[in-house]
């Protein structure tokens, strides 16, 4: 399968910083990216959708002024997650498909970021 | 929106005997239909998958199938090994997937 590489694996950072994860399709062009979150023997929750070069698209619930997404480039897109908190610490993973909207086809995940916000 | 239930959310087997892992959808509009392993730590990787115009495909141990009329979809492994233990998840959607809430498969050597 394609590879997704997801950047960095750990990250450990103080309440009231920012930090940003990188998510790379390192063999494909990513029209489509996802970031998912995930807590301890959970699902995985899909945060928002993002396609190169326009806005993300939020789930319900999800504060976008919280994580902010871009995807500029067709193999990067970047999740930052504003003013962390405590509550913010979980697994942040995304997702990369080629395909666009309404041709699905098969998405890749990088290996996650485990975020722990002291 | 898209709802996926999965059962059962545990489920230990002997080494050698098979898994099933089913998966319900609500969406008819649905046509994609993922399984993901995920390991430890790790990020899920995708293992098989179906589309809505096909009832079953195959994959040396590893089979899913569907059914569009009753909403359902299945996960077989046959001759399980130890290294298939894992958390496995479904998938249904159309432009997005949802993800049910996981399978822990336990195979006991």
């Known amino acids: 399968g394609a590879v997704v590489s997801q950047h960095p694996s750990r990250v450990i950072c103080k309440s009231g910083t920012s930090v940003k994860i990188e998510c790379r399709s390192l063999?494909?062009?990513?029209?489509?990216m996802f970031w998912y979150r995930q807590f301890p023997k959970q699902s995985l929750m899909l945060m928002a959708t993002?396609?190169?070069?326009?806005?993300?698209?939020?789930e319900q619930g999800v504060e976008k002024d919280k994580f902010l997404i871009n995807h500029a480039s067709l193999t990067l897109s970047t999740l930052t997650v504003t003013s962390a908190h405590p509550e913010d610490s979980s697994f942040y993973i995304c997702?990369?498909?080629?395909?666009?909207?309404?041709?699905?086809?098969?998405?890749?995940f990088g290996q996650g970021t485990r975020l722990t916000v002291v | 929106g898209e709802n996926v239930e999965q059962h059962p959310s545990t489920l230990s087997v002997q080494e050698g005997d098979s898994a099933v892992i089913k998966c319900t959808y609500s969406?008819?509009?649905?046509?994609?239909f993922p399984w993901y392993k995920q390991e430890l730590g790790k990020g899920p990787q995708l293992i098989i998958d179906?589309?809505?115009?096909?009832g079953e495909k195959k994959d040396q141990r590893i089979a899913v199938t569907l059914n569009k009329t009753a909403k359902h979809f299945s996960l077989h492994i046959t001759e399980t090994q130890p290294e298939d233990s894992a958390v496995y998840f479904c998938g249904g959607g159309y432009q997005k997937v949802t993800f049910g809430t996981g399978t822990k498969l336990q195979v006991i050597p």
């Open positions: 179906i589309r809505s115009n096909v």
């Open positions: 969406d008819s509009a649905s046509n994609y």
């Open positions: 993002s396609n190169e070069g326009s806005k993300a698209t939020y």
């Open positions: 063999d494909f062009q990513a029209t489509t």
């Open positions: 997702s990369a498909r080629a395909g666009r909207l309404g041709m699905y086809t098969e998405a890749f």
